[in-house]
């Protein structure tokens, strides 16, 4: 089979170029999608009746589902295909043969680069599938059984020795994927769901988007922030993107670039903050959009992202969530048509408004010297929404991500590092005895050898180092190092510590960090 790459890409160069593009408005200039079809993919795909073409019209997928599938066919049949056509046949395919929202709920982590999420799905999925990528990958694509069957067959066509490898040479792999497998997803990831349809009929015009955006977010390493995001039309779906924050500790949070609608709600953005380049990648539904923005090159750095647009009513976030019985502090609430006194809950009082406006209001709040530990609802008016947690002491600490995978890299070569980002989880029990989330809190950090192997190897000295005050951990240079045994690489297997303060008491929480080797193979859906 031919694996000939348009222009002489690479695989990871082609896989670079096809996020760029899906983050990308495409050209008007562009063949429509049905010439593209017809004289592009018709040569392979046969056309059948209502237009259809045999494959193609027999699935659904996000935009980046849509875009592996092209880029396959690049990779693995020798499609010649430009970068705006690719760009056209995207949109229409998204647009046409896409996800509803709730068809993407729970497995948006994987479109979201949450690439250390610990996934649930039932053994079978995740042995059968899961072992190999992702089983959201599996959850984000919709087909018949005989198009599932057909995924099968290409897969063993593929790879034919993924009989022999673990979790497939201890079982009739093949048989149970066929007999058994292929059932279990035409049932749970039909084709036909009434879902989709009504979202075809439902879905607002794109227009609606257009205006101001009162957002906030949350960066590992960095700290909560809240700004403004202006969006403007600027052709067929596509937008202007202006952003003006600023986060907690006074840095700025600026920047502007370009967006993409799919779907009705699927928002893809490339925005340059202060320099920096960075995806979004939101589901805007109505006057609320959420999701994450991250870093192009490193998509380990990302923030959490929630918005509701100006003129709506919506209150978005507290800032900093929590409050120290028989203490005061300055917390700001962050939203869309905030009007009127907030109200904390019981043994919490409104000491000062410092400032109000439509999208954010800081006052000073005090908190009883008596006030039960626990979760209060905050509210503005008529408004309800995120929570204010009310604590005496902290009970535990915890480290989030639990369980992450940092990777050597650069060290000569291309392949850049992947950093290790953490946070420091304060948890409380409250009255009835109940852990409650108390919120993020600043931590002292360091890095410990998991195992007796580990501290053999001395993998603390070698495979990177910890940002004290940051929870950030930048990996070792990728290659053999001559200073390890057997001048093996920097990876190594890592106990990840925080250490936080409560009124002169240190309390600990651990987290499991593998450090391993570089990530060659990155497409858009892990």
Known sequence: MKRKLRSGLSASLLAVATCIALHSPYSLAARDAQTILKETCQGCHTPEADNALSRISHQRKTPEGWLMSIARMQTMHGLQISDDDRRTLVKYLADTQGLAPSETDGVRYALERRLNTVEKFDDQTSQMC??????????????????????????????????????????????????????????????????????????????????????????????????????????????????????????????????????????????????????????????????????????????????????????????????????????TLIGSGLSGKPNFGKGVEVVEVLEQSPERIRVRLKAAANAQPGVRAVTVGTLKGPSLSVYSKIDAVKVVPEFSVARIGEGGGSTPKVQGRFDAEAWGKGADGKPYRIGVFPAQWKVEAFDDRAREDEDVKFAGTMQADAGVFTPGDAGPNPQRKMSTNNAGNLKVIAAVDDAGKSLTGEGHMIVTVQRWNNPPIP
């Open 130 to 331: 899961g072992r190999c990528h992702s089983g959201a990958r599996v959850a984000l694509q919709r087909r018949p059984a005989q198009e599932w069957e057909r995924l099968v067959n290409f897969h063993l066509g593929q790879w034919p020795s993924l009989e022999y490898q673990a979790l497939a040479r201890d079982r009739d792999w093949f048989d149970l994927a066929r007999k058994e497998m292929v059932p279990l997803l035409a049932k749970r990831y039909p084709l036909d769901n009434p879902a989709w349809k009504k979202w075809l009929t439902t879905a607002p015009k794109a227009e609606a988007l257009v205006g101001d955006w009162s957002f906030s977010g949350h960066l590992p390493g960095k700290g909560e922030l809240a700004g403004i995001m202006s969006v403007t039309a600027d052709g067929n779906d596509t937008f202007k993107v202006s952003v003006k924050g600023q986060y907690a500790d006074g840095s700025p949070f600026n920047g502007d670039g370009s967006a993409i609608l799919y779907t009705g709600y699927e928002w893809r953005g490339n925005v340059t903050i202060d320099g920096v380049t960075m995806r979004q990648v939101f589901a805007a539904q109505g006057n609320a959009m959420q999701g994450r923005m991250f870093e192009a090159e490193h998509d380990e750095r990302g923030l959490d992202f929630v918005a509701a647009r100006q003129g709506s009513n919506r209150l978005l976030a507290v800032q900093p969530g929590y409050l120290k019985a028989g203490s005061e502090n300055e917390v």
